[in-house]
Structure formats: structure tokens, C-alpha cells
């Protein structure tokens, strides 16, 4: 289960069909050196997205 604390290396590296989804809300920097560090809660305030909608559709 992908939670908002977890960061996005860590999305990643555990669920790497995950990527699809985050690159499908816009977040195409799943690679760069500040997803391993950057929670998803961060990330998403970053790209303006809905954290809950996010959630959703990563743990469909």
C-alpha cells in the first residue's frame, strides 16, 4: 500500500508499477535525485495535484 508519507524512490523501488500512474498525473521525475527524498505528500503540493486522487489511483 502506497501511503503519503512514503517517499517516491521508495514508491518506486517497491511498487514500480507505480511509475505509469505518477508520470500519468504529470509527475514525469520519478528518477531525479530529489524523488528519493521527497515524500508523495511533498510531491504532489509541488505539481499542484490532488493527494487523495493520487492515492486512489496508486493503490487501485
Do not use: Y
Not at 514508491?11 to 515524500?39: D, K, N
Not at 505539481?47 to 492515492?55: A, C, I, K, P, T
Amino acid at each position: 500500500m502506497v501511503t503519503k508519507d512514503m517517499t517516491i524512490g521508495q514508491i518506486v523501488r517497491t511498487t514500480p508499477e507505480a511509475v505509469e500512474t505518477l508520470m500519468s498525473f504529470g509527475m514525469g521525475c520519478v528518477g531525479c535525485p530529489s524523488s528519493q527524498g521527497e515524500t508523495l505528500e511533498q510531491a504532489a503540493a509541488v505539481h499542484g495535484l490532488d493527494l487523495e486522487s493520487l492515492l486512489t489511483a496508486l493503490n487501485k
